[in-house]
């Protein structure tokens, strides 16, 4: 039984990357409610490696051409939608079974709202007397949406440790609701009552999050635990893709160098965790405080395996050869850098300085150092030149790091959401809100957008090619044979013992030979039937061509 009980919701979408759904915020806001000595439950219907196919939905069915498959070669996408977590009925009833008297649901993106009230109305019919609360980014950029549905009683927009305390508080009597920061709600006559984003005024005051909740042993890495920590709150730069920039109600803050340290402890020491995400794009940012923390994480920790990463990108003139040995020494294995772009006219629209100087700087010390790297651009975006894009993946294909091509999706509570609001192409309805739903279709289409990706995935395998092995490919592109093979053996390799991957890698060679040659994108079906993908033909000859002025 607890009195509170905390939602991760399931979600429908073509995969997930269990590492990046930890439930650290919910973990945060459990902590302090456990201090005020309510007790809580965190129900993670993600925590689960249960996911069946589910049917497209009607407004993405234009994405069935656009990712034909399945592919079995390395340059596939994606090809089967499918719902990842527990049934709805399974969590209505896990939360009924806790009894508690306020349940709070996590709704993090506005792409799976729909997901979030599916699993509000499961609760509602399981536990009907119970409260329900709504937080995270989809409430507080579109709190009135979310408070039109029937099954949600309240919402809290921002920061939430603090405010789900007192609305618990009030919930029993202590205190008025309308006092909660952040909160809101319906009033009578079907208006709403909603207040700004909660904010913490000092993230040190916040108790460590209650990870004891969390199903560790669900996110595991290899044989450890793995941990997410935020090191900070908001961004201190002016991206206008972003909605917690400098400008937002978030405004930018940083834990102190102890308090972070103690969080660090209490997943290395008391969790067991080997890897540590920072969930930050900024923890780089303020360079002495940086280097302070990775010091005394070496100093604490060195020679004991801890791996760290910072998945959400780094910010390259932040780091300097200084810094990444420092990154090297204390456990970092990866630098994953922020590029975003190349094209100067687009990084003036996206409110970006260019930032080529400080990464291929951090290509080089990273190399130096060991550490691998991963370099995040921006494609699809409203009145970005899909040529641009190209050149980007030009760019980046003689530098020492796997592209990450990222497909724009208007963000509620930016600045190019409003862009794209005034030009008409905000899409409808919510579920379109992620990358891939392809959801922009502007001067760069949605066949433009799907082609960006599959030539990243072209990219990133010739990256993998030893130097003889390209070579040997790009003789074979030279070849004058016309058309492309019928078919190419996709079987396990039993009889000519060749593993999966190296079969895997040979068909991959064959269909990058095609292209090289002819510009064409291929890929394979599970019987071996060779297809050709709709891509833009304009893309793939400048990409091509680009491709073998660098690898000539």
């Known amino acids: 039984m607890a009195d509170i009980v905390l939602v991760q919701p399931p979600i429908k979408d073509f995969y997930l990357t269990a590492k990046r759904t930890v439930p650290y915020g919910l973990a945060c806001i459990a902590s302090p409610l456990l201090q005020e000595g309510f007790s809580v439950e965190i129900v993670d219907a993600l925590a689960s490696k249960k996911s069946k196919r589910a049917e497209l939905p009607p407004e993405l069915d234009y994405l069935r051409d656009l990712y034909a498959g399945p592919d079995m070669s390395p340059f596939c996408l994606f090809h089967d939608f499918r719902r990842f977590g527990r049934a709805f009925e399974s969590i209505g009833q896990s939360v009924g079974e806790s009894g508690p008297f306020l349940v709070g649901v996590s709704s993090l993106f506005s792409a799976y709202s729909a997901e979030a009230i599916e699993t509000a109305k499961a609760i509602r019919a399981r536990r009907p007397e119970a409260v329900i609360v709504f937080g995270g980014h989809h409430p507080t950029e579109m709190p009135e949406e979310v408070l039109g549905h029937e099954c949600v009683d309240f919402i809290i927009r921002g920061e939430g440790e603090a405010a789900m305390v007192l609305l618990a508080q009030a919930i029993r009597g202590k205190g008025a609701i309308e006092a909660v920061p952040g909160i809101g709600f319906k009033t009578s006559g079907g208006r709403f009552f909603v207040t700004p984003p909660a904010v913490l005024a000092d993230l040190d005051e916040v108790p460590l999050p209650a990870v004891e909740l969390i199903d560790n042993g669900f996110y595991g890495r290899g044989r450890g ?76 920790f060195g020679g004991c395996g801890l791996e760290l990463r910072a998945m959400n990108g780094l910010y390259p003139p932040s780091l300097d050869e200084e810094v990444i040995y420092a990154m090297k020494k204390a456990g970092f294995t990866a630098l994953n850098l922020s590029l975003c772009t190349t094209d100067r006219k687009q990084l003036k629209k996206f409110g970006r300085p260019d930032v080529r100087e400080g990464f291929e700087r951090a290509l080089f010390f990273g190399a130096t150092f060991g550490l691998d790297a991963v370099a995040y651009i921006i494609v699809g975006a409203p009145g970005q030149d899909p040529m641009a894009s190209v050149a980007d993946l030009i760019y980046l294909a003689d530098k020492n790091a796997i592209a990450g091509v990222s497909v724009f999706y208007p963000a509620p509570g930016s600045l190019d959401f409003t862009r794209c609001e005034a030009l008409g192409i905000i899409p409808e309805p919510l579920s379109l809100f992620r990358s891939t739903a392809l959801p922009i279709s502007d001067t760069t289409t949605r066949q433009d957008s799907v082609t960006l990706l599959r030539l990243g995935r072209i990219l990133n395998f010739c990256k993998s090619l030893g130097a003889a092995e390209r070579q040997e490919v790009l003789g074979q592109a030279k070849v004058a044979t016309q058309g492309v093979p019928k078919r190419i053996p996709v079987g396990d390799g039993a009889g000519d013992g060749k593993s999966h991957g190296e079969r895997r890698r040979e068909m991959g060679k064959i269909l990058l030979g095609i292209f090289l040659r002819d510009g064409a994108v291929c890929g394979v079906s599970p019987q071996g039937r060779v297809f050709c993908h709709s891509v833009s033909d304009s893309l793939c000859q400048a990409f091509r061509n680009g491709l073998l002025r660098v690898f000539a």
């Open 225 to 300: 635990a793995s941990a997410v920590v935020a090191a900070g709150r908001g961004c201190p730069l002016g991206c206008s893709y972003c909605s917690i920039g400098c400008s937002s109600w978030c405004g930018f803050r940083m834990k102190s160098a102890p308090r972070l340290m103690e969080e660090i402890r209490a997943a290395v020491l008391g969790g067991g965790a080997r890897f540590i995400d920072f969930e930050d794009e900024n923890i780089s940012f303020r360079k002495e405080w940086f280097l302070g923390v990775l010091a005394q994480i070496e100093a604490e």
